[in-house]
């Protein structure tokens, strides 16, 4: 089978990564545009080079079109978007990621594992994870933000909302650190089937359940997630506002941190926050359900 690939050159590339997934994009690579080597990055760290471009690779002539309006309309610098179109041929694309693919960790305990690694810590705990159907392997700073958030704060006993779940990391995670229950919810059926399959390869699926954004949620929860974009995050402030108790936890990620203080306003009227986080652009806003 043939593939269409869509370069993107902005100035938020990995904004773009997100449009384009969104967008039906089967995979986003994030490329050097000027041979400008990132040398020697701090641990942990994913830099970017100076000039990155975005390609969304997809199986469907037909998404191109949606996917360069909703880069336009979305992205800071749409108005002044480049973008380059290709046929490819095909390609093992999983396995090529996987031969590259290491273990990451978040915190003192939580790793991320792709196929044909482990990890050698007895007190682990790892969430087994490849690229798939859906966003989110814990390599994307908004995700690695939210990550971090989990490792660093008890979820035990917790009752999770995973809004915009993609492949489920988060809310697999949260019950991999001993949530009780987690409820996983997106617009894209196909996260979903992803989200039930790595529960079950994570031994989870017992303790989450799956539902598209149009059905109505379940009664305030100890912890929301919302790993998405800013303009819904803002459009959706009423709804997941009411999903966290009193007392509760929100993290909302996917955001530049340009925007961070829109979202912040959005939410100020619910929330006390938390210190942001930010990393390479992208900003984590959390914060604790007040009365």
């Known amino acids: 089978m043939a593939w269409w690939q869509l370069t993107v050159a902005s100035r938020y590339p990995e904004f773009a990564e997100e449009v384009l997934l969104a967008q039906g994009a089967a995979s986003v690579t994030l490329i050097d545009a000027a041979d400008d080597p990132v040398l020697e990055p701090a641990p942990g760290a994913t830099p970017l080079w100076t000039r990155t471009l975005a390609q969304g690779l997809f199986d469907d002539e037909l998404l191109i079109a949606p996917a360069r ?13 480049h973008f380059e179109l290709r046929n490819i041929a095909d390609a093992d694309w999983v396995n090529a990621w996987l031969q590259h693919a290491q273990p990451m960790r978040f915190g003192e305990r939580l790793w991320v594992c792709p196929s044909g690694h482990k990890v050698d810590d007895e007190q682990a705990i790892v969430v087994q994870l490849d690229p798939g ?30 809004y915009g779940c993609g492949s489920g990391i988060l809310a697999i995670a949260a019950l991999k650190l001993g949530a009780t229950h987690a409820r996983a919810i997106d617009i894209d059926p196909q996260a979903l089937v992803a989200t039930r399959d790595n529960a079950q390869r994570n031994g989870v699926s017992d303790r989450i359940d799956c539902a598209g954004a149009e059905q109505p949620s379940m009664a ?15 459009t959706l402030a009423p709804m997941l506002a009411a999903s966290v108790r009193v007392g509760g936890h929100i993290v909302l990620a996917g955001i530049l941190v340009t925007q961070a203080q829109d979202v912040r306003s959005a939410y100020a009227g619910w929330f006390d926050f938390e210190p942001d986080a930010m990393r390479e652009g992208w900003s984590r806003v959390s914060g604790v359900r007040r009365r």
């Open 69 to 81: 309006a909703a880069l336009q309309a979305q992205l800071p610098d749409g108005a002044d978007l």
């Open 220 to 234: 305030a929860v100890d912890l929301v997630l919302a790993n998405i974009l800013a303009r819904p995050l803002i």
């Open 133 to 162: 159907l859906a966003f989110g392997t814990g390599t994307h700073p908004s995700t690695a933000l939210c990550l971090e958030w989990l490792a660093t704060h008890e979820v035990a006993n917790a009752q999770v909302l995973d």
